[in-house]
């Protein structure tokens, strides 16, 4: 039996729910259970948060952000016990990552798997109806889709989104495109996880969350202020998937506001150099079908538990 073990937080109910969702309904009925916040023991325990007790952990959001070395208060990992047997990752690069990490050794490449992001095969389908009835108008549609704020560094405590910094540069463009916002459900009342703005959108600006890997597989412009959070990301998200984009210039960086109206405005395709970090990072082939990847995976991670 697969147990769904949830988190009780208010600020990710409705996304945990969409996430779960798409696993399970490639899940047999009757082949899992739901509990909020409790390990059930001969279950096979799969959750979506790093504090919660699971034989089986996948991130609540698509970006890397460290997440799997969280620490605990006593500067212990999260994920270095024996209860967690197995972490599944969007692609490629997180396997390698964690299967080479001293930090993380009781995984391999044997117990970190490559399933892709689930929110992608409803986000996809969306967007392929979406083009498929779009009408064209007059200015282009640009969306800002910050990281929330409560991700603070340093004894500065840095902000490393760039919500709320860059919202009087957003001001400015509003003048000559259709600009609208979605906020990380940290940040705003509604906790209902936002889709609809992404897939109109022509051009997104975003940091490091789940939105610049969910831009990116949509095949949107994503462009990157890096006059606001280059330095900060630089020096406090070492090592991480998105450290990479800024440290080593993946995709769309502007230097200032300027700079992103005309990168807006010329709209340039995904360099080969990008699509090939970003296809290892997000496994192209779970594009689209990442939910039923990840229930087979389960129900074979069950199987196995119980031989």
């Given at each position: 039996m697969i147990n769904f073990n949830l988190s009780d937080s208010k600020n990710y109910k409705d996304v945990q729910n969409q996430l779960n969702g798409l696993i399970q309904k490639h899940l047999p009925a009757g082949s899992y259970t739901e509990s909020v916040g409790h390990y059930i023991e001969g279950s096979l325990n799969f959750s979506l948060f790093v504090r919660s007790d699971a034989d089986v952990l996948m991130s609540h959001g698509a970006a890397d952000k460290n997440?799997?070395?969280?620490?605990?208060?006593?500067?212990?990992?999260?994920?270095?016990?024996?209860?967690r047997k197995h972490l599944l990752v969007p692609g490629q690069l997180l396997v390698d990552r964690i299967h080479k990490s001293d930090k993380l050794s009781a995984f391999t490449n044997q117990n970190v798997h490559?399933?892709?992001?689930?929110r992608l095969d409803m986000l996809l389908e969306l967007q392929q109806q979406h083009n498929a009835s779009k009408k064209i108008t007059g200015k282009t549609k640009v969306l800002w889709a910050p990281t929330h704020d409560y991700n603070k560094k340093g004894s500065s405590q840095v902000v490393i989104s760039s919500f709320p910094e860059f919202e009087p540069f957003f001001e400015q463009l509003a003048a000559d495109y259709d600009v609208s916002v979605s906020l990380h459900p940290r940040n705003r009342k509604d906790k209902t996880p936002t889709y609809q703005k992404l897939i109109e959108a022509d051009v997104v600006i975003s940091d490091l969350g789940t939105m610049v890997w969910e831009a990116w597989a949509l095949g949107k412009t994503l462009i990157f202020p890096d006059w606001i959070l280059k330095e900060?990301?630089?020096?406090?998200?070492?090592?991480?998937?998105?450290?990479?984009?800024?440290?080593?210039?993946?995709?769309?960086?502007?230097?200032?506001?300027?700079?992103?109206?005309?990168?807006?405005?010329?709209?340039?395709?995904?360099d080969?150099?990008?699509?090939?970090?970003?296809?290892?990072?997000?496994?192209?082939?779970?594009?689209?079908?990442?939910g039923k990847r990840i229930a087979d995976l389960l129900l074979a991670l069950d199987g196995q538990q119980k031989n």
């Open positions: 997440y799997h070395w969280k620490l605990k208060s006593d500067k212990t990992y999260y994920n270095h016990h024996t209860q490559s399933v892709g992001w689930p900060r990301m630089l020096k406090h998200k070492k090592h991480s998937a998105e450290w990479r984009i800024f440290a080593e210039g993946f995709g769309l960086h502007a230097t200032d506001i300027d700079h992103m109206k005309a990168l807006i405005a010329e709209a340039p395709a995904m080969e150099r990008t699509k090939n970090f970003f296809e290892y990072y997000l496994d192209p082939q779970y594009l689209g079908s990442s």
